[in-house]
């Protein structure tokens, strides 16, 4: 009994390939046909276990929909132990991402080393300050809206009193079926609002995927306001170097994650963001 607990519970957080290499060490294809029928069994469970972290709700993947300016979609870490204290948690995180993305003062620079080989990172150092007087303020004004837990993260939508998503609640999308966004490639541009897009690789747990292509989401949006580059040549007998300094100093305001895009193929996560101009 033990065992079968064991499996329905870390599965989904198994890479497919490292799965399947298990069983053929466990079960090889030249053993009895008692070991043929464990590896369709723990095959079958794989796939039954892991289709469900492919399926978000809508109000997650394409937050811009819920038609709220205040709510934010935040996405934490599976519940230990128990479901009201990882809602808690997140709640907490939205109310403090909320705001964050108010007014977000981003300050800082990054380094690059550019030579005929190719472009080398010196390190980056950014800050961002925020006004945390206003996380307090929305833990007393904003409410819990809806969530969604499984194995592998907790998801929660969090806004103002009013705000609400009836139309996308029971709404759930499977991304694999989800075509490639134009936005992932192409970005979007309009007279009103500023545009950036973050990715990520796959991680080990899928908010940790999720939370640095957002980040890297908000980074874009920041460089696409104002960002100054100086930079310093530098040429001997045997290659031209150049050091590049990238320097970021802006206040974006009111930033909305419009969508989110998973790659599934490719183990790619994709942030779409937004901020007033």
Request: glycine share 6%; aromatic share 12%.
């Amino acid at each position: 009994m033990k065992i079968w607990y064991f499996i329905f519970l870390f599965l989904p957080t198994v890479n497919l390939d490292t799965f399947l290499r298990t069983i053929n060490d466990r079960c090889p294809m030249t053993a009895s046909p008692m070991h043929s029928v464990h590896r369709l069994l723990l095959a079958g469970l794989f796939i039954v276990s892991t289709a469900g972290a492919q399926e978000y709700p809508r109000w997650f993947l394409y937050p811009g929909e819920t038609g709220c300016r205040s709510a934010v979609t935040v996405i934490a870490p599976a519940p230990t132990y128990y479901r009201d204290s990882a809602v808690a948690f997140a709640f907490r995180m939205g109310c403090d991402l909320a705001a964050r993305y108010d007014a977000l003062h981003i300050v800082g620079g990054q380094a690059f080393w550019m030579t005929e080989a190719g472009a080398h990172s010196m390190g980056a150092s950014f800050e961002q300050r925020y006004d945390t007087a206003l996380t307090e303020r929305n833990l007393s004004v904003m409410k819990v809206i809806a969530t969604d837990i499984d194995r592998n993260r907790t998801l929660v939508l969090a806004g103002e009193e009013g705000c609400t998503v009836d139309s996308l609640s029971g709404a759930r999308v499977s991304v694999a079926r989800i075509r490639q966004p134009k936005w992932v490639e192409e970005g979007m541009r309009d007279g009103r609002y500023h545009y950036g897009v973050g990715f990520s690789q796959e991680f080990f747990y899928d908010a940790s995927s999720w939370q640095t292509a957002e980040k890297n989401a908000v980074m874009a949006l920041a460089r696409s306001v104002r960002t100054s580059v100086k930079s310093m040549q530098k040429r001997d007998a045997l290659e031209a170097q150049d050091v590049q300094d990238e320097q970021i100093d802006v206040t974006l305001r009111n930033i909305t994650i419009v969508a989110r895009w998973k790659d599934v193929k490719k183990k790619v996560y994709y942030v779409l963001a937004r901020a007033e101009q």
